[in-house]
T-cell receptor, first 110, second 114 residues
């Protein structure tokens, strides 16, 4: 399967704590992207990291990429209840196609 | 001023029927996509059109036929609906030529086949 793998599948943390999600993929990529999906909604793009980058920040988000291990992580710092959602990584392998991971369901308890 | 819109939001129908889902984007993008998200939340590309030309056609039953009347619209027609077609279908768009293939998603259409 081309599908990427994410772990954990589900994560429950207290508000204010940090949340870390991991993504592994199988083939070489142009870039890797993270998306958020709130319940019953479409996906929203969060952050993109190119294959020649190792770390990127955007607000409370920090993404790392290790192309030698074909893996990425998304760190959300100082989590809020509003961060409760599913988070997906997606790899851009060229040819317009994004391959999505299986997603991590994050629950942030108030 | 919705960027990517889909209609209908919910679709409940009987097996064997034919139905269509419409998608429109007002972002000026030239590439549009259809994805299927199953009950386990796996999201899989089905089709992609660039400037009204089909560029991605994954292994999808030929009961599914996309149609792009213009760059801003990509509709999905499904013939002879089956129980396994029940899922959430997402339309998305992006702009060719940008190195960052960021995609903008619609709100989804939840299809339930009875």
């Amino acid at each position: 399967s081309q599908q990427g793998e994410e772990d954990p599948q589900a994560l429950s943390i207290q508000e204010g704590e940090n949340a870390t999600m991991n993504c592994s993929y199988k083939t070489s990529i142009n870039n890797l992207q993270w998306y958020r999906q709130n319940s019953g909604r479409g996906l929203v793009h969060l952050i993109l990291i190119r294959s020649n980058e190792r770390e990127k920040h955007s607000g409370r988000l920090r993404v790392t990429l290790d192309t030698s291990k074909k893996s990425s992580s998304l760190l959300i710092t100082a989590s809020r209840a509003a961060d409760t959602a599913s988070y997906f990584c997606a790899t851009d392998q060229g040819s317009y196609k994004l391959i999505f991971g299986s997603g991590t369901r994050l629950l942030v308890r108030p | 001023d919705t960027a990517v819109s889909q209609t209908p939001k919910y679709l409940v129908t009987q097996m064997g029927n034919d139905k269509s889902i419409k998608c429109e984007q007002n972002l000026g993008h030239d590439t549009m996509y259809w994805y299927k998200q199953d009950s386990k939340k796996f999201l899989k590309i089905m089709f992609s059109y660039n400037n009204k030309e089909l560029i991605i056609n994954e292994t999808v039953p030929n009961r599914f036929s996309p149609k792009s009347p213009d760059k801003a619209h990509l509709n999905l027609h499904i013939n002879s609906l089956e129980l396994g077609d029940s899922a959430v279908y997402f339309c998305a768009s992006s702009q060719e030529g940008q190195r960052n293939n960021e995609q903008f998603f619609g709100p989804g259409t939840r299809l339930t086949v009875l």
